[in-house]
């Protein structure tokens, strides 16, 4: 167990919906990072958050967005869903950025 | 852009052998990851290397950095079949406070007995 936490486990939507996955980092870490692991992209930096404030953005695409709150979680919110959506969203913390990172359990979205 | 190549994809391996997987990378870094995932589960950290010559041991494994060259490798020796999983290499595309993980394809581990 990593110390980091998601919630849901698993998701099942419909296309055109919009969800949020939850995030809460280890205890003590301040940075908060997103990524997508899908079968044909393989696994994928989305963004980075430090001490609530956006730090690095990846490959997200415009119908997503995130934001990290003053307790330091953290949503990443999906609109406008796509079947290729479907994938395995993970979230990693670390207690500062350029240090390792320990990833939580992910959310499984499925879009039908 | 920096990107990751790890190879082979695929490895089918009899308990006892031992044998590499390789990751190259292809911009200047000195931090690199290794990590374990099993089917439909998160990924645990397996090696931290943070700089270059680093050499790392865990049982069976052991993994090493040449930042000059741009290559890892992860070395298994004496495979058993509870080493089966997908293996993958991440490097730390980092600057100033940012920094994010750009991960290698993964290659999947069987161990055969």
């Known amino acids: 167990d990593s110390g980091v936490t998601q919630t849901p486990k698993h998701l099942i939507t419909a296309t055109g919906q919009r969800v949020t996955l939850r995030c809460s980092p280890r205890s003590g870490d301040l940075s908060v990072y997103w990524y997508q692991q899908s079968l044909d992209q393989g696994l994928q930096f989305l963004i980075q958050?430090?001490?609530?404030?956006?730090?690095a953005k990846g490959n997200i695409l415009e119908r997503f967005s995130a934001q990290q709150f003053p307790d330091l979680h953290s949503e990443l919110n999906l609109s406008s869903l796509e079947l290729g959506d479907s994938a395995l969203y993970f979230c990693?913390?670390?207690?500062?950025?350029?240090?390792?990172?320990?990833f939580g359990p992910g959310t499984r979205l499925t879009v039908l | 852009e920096l990107k990751v190549e790890q190879n082979p994809l695929f490895l089918s391996m009899q308990e006892g052998k031992n044998y590499t997987i390789y990751c190259n990378y292809s911009?200047?870094?000195?931090?690199l990851y290794w990590y374990r995932q099993d089917p439909g589960k998160s990924l645990e950290s397996l090696f931290v290397l943070l700089s270059n010559g680093a050499v790392k041991q865990e049982g069976r494994l052991m993994a090493s950095l040449d930042t000059k060259a741009r290559l890892s490798t992860l070395h298994i020796t004496a495979a058993v079949h509870d080493l089966s999983a997908t293996y993958f290499c991440a490097v730390d595309a980092y600057g100033g406070a940012t920094n994010k993980l750009i991960f290698g394809t993964g290659t999947l581990l069987a161990v055969q007995p």
């Open positions: 990693a913390s670390s207690v500062a950025a350029g240090l390792e990172q320990f």
């Open positions: 911009t200047t870094s000195d931090r």
């Open positions: 958050y430090y001490n609530g404030e956006e730090r």
